[in-house]
């Protein structure tokens, strides 16, 4: 939940693009090379996380962004609603909702966002 919110204010700060697939699966997120993001007194307490988060996104391939993205809602929900919420759950979940995926990939993102603190 952290991330996808995270990943919003980015957008709306001109770090990212987020659309919606053409499929109607999922979001297209894309990063913009030039942010128009200028940091205001509102924002500053939360100027470290950003930009340690968009050092960690920047240069990520926007299948990766969806990835990452999947995988920390489908682990937010999991906990949310106390079910299993380790790698081979979160993954098959994953799996369910973008089948372009594959499960190791899923693993990987979620180890991921737990070494940084995202899940």
């Not at 700060?13 to 053409?22: E, K, T, V």
């Not at 930009?51 to 990452?68: A, G, M, Q, T």
């Not at 693993?107 to 603190?117: D, P, S, W």
């Amino acid at each position: 939940e952290e991330l996808w919110s995270d990943l919003w204010i980015l957008e709306d700060w001109g770090y990212l693009d987020i659309i919606n697939a053409p499929d109607g699966y999922g979001y297209i997120i894309t990063a913009k090379k030039k942010p128009a993001w200028q940091v205001s007194k509102r924002v500053s307490k939360s100027k470290q996380s950003i930009k340690e988060l968009w050092e960690f996104l920047k240069d990520k391939p926007s299948r990766d962004l969806e990835l990452y993205a999947t995988t920390h809602f489908v682990f937010s929900d999991l906990k949310g609603k106390e079910r299993p919420s380790d790698e081979e759950s979160v993954a098959e979940k994953v799996i369910a909702l973008k089948p372009h995926f594959r499960p190791e990939d899923a693993e990987q993102a979620l180890r991921t966002l737990q070494e940084k603190g995202y899940c």
